[in-house]
């Protein structure tokens, strides 16, 4: 099956390539930043949906949590900045250390639940942090939340003027995502979880320590989800525990990304983050006001007819429809090849 | 010291019915459907609105409207699950905890689209009464829920165990195959078990109204208790879900006697975790 899709899957990795290179001069010269936030914002949930997706998608571990190592993320680079001074950037590193122990602890009570109970306990854990977050506001500021202090443009304090540089970030930020998402899937660690994301007991009987595998695999999901806290933090200069660690905000969005481009995938998480952001930017910029619940409304509902139609996410049908093109033009070359549907 | 102890614990048993019945349709849907409805909450804010509208027009009060609005959200929540949810049975995990959340926001968005975001309660003459005995007193909206919870327990029970149509969904849960084999549909089972499921949650919504405030968003307050119920009950058990509910009321009534409000969810929570770390099948599970 590999073999089939993977001349085709180039082919769309090539465009993708192709257009964010062609658009990027266009970004540097747009003047209002409009179309550079939703890159940005486009780029980050691609990310965060490709980190969401070594344990999500390779796995299949539904996370609905994965706020939780977000805000981690976010909350411990602005708190080192703002009470020690240090530089984000070093902030980000200690960010996703945090976001990885906090996933160690996550581990133990729920890697033994499978299927809709895995996805249940992760919820709890996210809010559990979002109230406690909230509840200790002598260090946190609770609902209030956190503005991260501004030091003038300058790249060690992770501070950019235009929103060009932070475009830039959130580019190498997405291919180290993709990068790791890539070694992993390759890797042993990838085929280990693909077998248990059958069927824990059968990837057992194999002799893949279940376990472990999931363990590195939500490790690195959940330093490369922290990671982008930080990034989040420093782009938005402001954070509060109810958007960080929201279910709706970024546990669900961040799953959506990764499902809607195609679960399991490297690129899908690109796909669905270039389709779902700028649409709900869009809808969110046309309705306002009293018609703000028309933007939520049509997301939800394309959303439903999305699943219904691809439940196994754009990306497959983007490589199904290459494969159905190449089959067509070899059999209109030689008739007779064409065997079967 | 005693009596407030005592107290705290009639007001979580009080509380507890209720949340027993909120909870129990979530439980009866994954338990014979095998689909977690995150969406579930929202019928409750559902049942709510459409309580809150009853009164409002014709004056009849909201937990004696409540056969009407079961019988309205039981209707929609069959609509859902057959044209929604039956489709995505064979699919992926994630399809179809996604398309619940995404039905999920379309029904908070669709209700902030129709009713606003404002803040609504319906009046009714008992709304601040309150019930004297001997030395304890309870809020008299809060006993009249919990008479009414309990009346739909007892009602869904006498359903489940004793109507032909109840044995026949109990049926399609144990064994499907078998279940088609005796001449049972069991497609018309899950719709059958999702309506019911969601509609109690809608009447349950209906029943808390004397009480409680209404708007689109409501649902996202209730979600959590209701995941802790189902969870500490043993998702998919019924009986499980009614005790669970119990509890759960008493556990948040002692928090709110011995910790800061904020802090009384968090309780709640970590009871929610713990019980999936040791007990992940739930204190009555399969």
Not at chain 2, 278 to 284: C, D, E, T
């Amino acid at each position: 099956m590999n073999r089939v899709i993977n001349p085709v899957l180039f082919k769309v990795v090539r465009w993708a390539f192709l257009a964010t290179v062609l658009l990027l001069p266009l970004l540097i010269f747009e003047n209002r930043g409009y179309y550079l936030r939703i890159a940005t914002l486009v780029l980050m949930f691609a990310g965060l949906g490709g980190a969401w997706n070594i344990i999500g998608g390779f796995a299949n571990q539904v996370s609905l949590g994965h706020a939780a190592f977000f805000g981690v993320g976010a909350y411990t680079s602005t708190l080192l900045l703002k009470y020690i001074g240090l530089s984000p950037w070093l902030g980000m590193v200690a960010a996703g250390v945090i976001a990885g122990l906090l996933s160690l602890m996550i581990a133990v009570p729920t890697f033994r639940l499978r299927g809709h109970y895995f996805a249940l306990g992760t919820i709890a854990f996210a809010e559990v942090l979002r109230i406690l977050f909230l509840y200790f506001k002598g260090i946190t500021e609770g609902p209030v939340g956190l503005s991260v202090p501004y030091l003038g443009d300058s790249v060690w304090n992770f501070q950019f003027s235009g929103g060009f540089g932070y475009y830039v970030t959130a580019l190498a930020l997405l291919s180290l995502t993709c990068f790791v998402a890539y070694r992993v899937k390759v890797g042993r660690l990838g085929y280990q979880l693909r077998a248990l994301s059958n069927s824990h007991e059968a990837a057992e009987v194999v002799g893949v320590d279940t376990y472990r595998a999931k363990l590195w695999a939500s490790i690195l999901s959940s330093m490369l989800t922290g990671a982008w806290g930080t990034f989040y933090a420093q782009y938005l200069y402001f954070i509060d525990p109810d958007t960080v660690f929201g279910f709706w905000t970024f546990s669900v969005k961040m799953a959506m990304v990764a499902i809607l481009g195609g679960l399991g995938t490297i690129w899908g998480p690109l796909v669905g983050s270039a389709f779902l952001i700028p649409l709900d930017e869009w809808t969110s910029a046309v309705f306002t006001g009293n018609l703000a619940a028309v933007s939520r409304l049509i997301y939800g509902g394309l959303l439903i007819a999305l699943i219904l139609w691809q439940p196994r996410g754009l990306l497959f049908w983007f490589t199904g429809l290459g494969e159905r093109w190449r089959r067509k033009r070899s059999s209109l070359e030689n008739p007779e090849a064409e065997t079967g549907p | 010291m005693i009596t407030n102890l005592l107290q705290a614990i009639f007001n979580g048993i009080l509380t507890g019915g209720v949340y027993a019945v909120v909870s129990v349709g979530l439980s009866l849907v994954f338990g014979i459907v095998d689909v977690v409805n995150f969406a579930q909450p929202e019928f409750l804010m559902m049942g709510m609105f459409v309580a809150y509208f009853l009164s409002i027009a014709t004056g009849i009060d909201p937990i004696m409207a409540s056969p009407l609005v079961f019988l309205v959200v039981f209707l929609f929540g069959a609509v859902v699950q057959r044209f929604l949810i039956q489709r995505v049975l064979n699919a992926p995990l994630v399809a179809q905890i996604f398309l619940t959340v995404a039905v999920a926001m379309v029904m908070v968005s669709g209700a902030q689209l129709l009713f606003g975001a404002d803040f609504r309660s319906a009046p009714t003459f008992y709304a601040t009464k309150a019930l004297h005995v001997g030395p304890f007193q309870f809020s008299l909206p809060q006993f009249l829920a919990f008479c009414a919870s309990s009346i739909m327990a007892l009602l869904l029970w006498i359903f489940m165990e004793r109507t032909d149509v109840g044995r026949c969904i109990k049926a399609t849960a144990q064994n499907r195959t078998a279940a088609i084999l005796m001449g049972i549909n069991p497609y018309r089972m899950y719709v059958l078990a999702f309506a019911i499921g969601t509609g109690l949650a809608g009447a349950a919504g209906a029943v808390i109204l004397p009480y409680s405030y209404v708007f689109p968003t409501i649902g996202h307050d209730w979600g959590l208790i209701m995941f802790t119920v189902v969870v500490l009950g043993g998702l998919g058990s019924v009986p499980g879900a009614l005790l669970a509910g119990l509890i759960v009321g008493v556990i948040q009534s002692l928090t709110s006697v011995y910790m800061p409000t904020q802090l009384q969810n968090l309780v709640v929570f970590i009871v929610f975790i713990l019980t999936l770390a040791y007990r992940p099948a739930g204190l009555l599970g399969r």
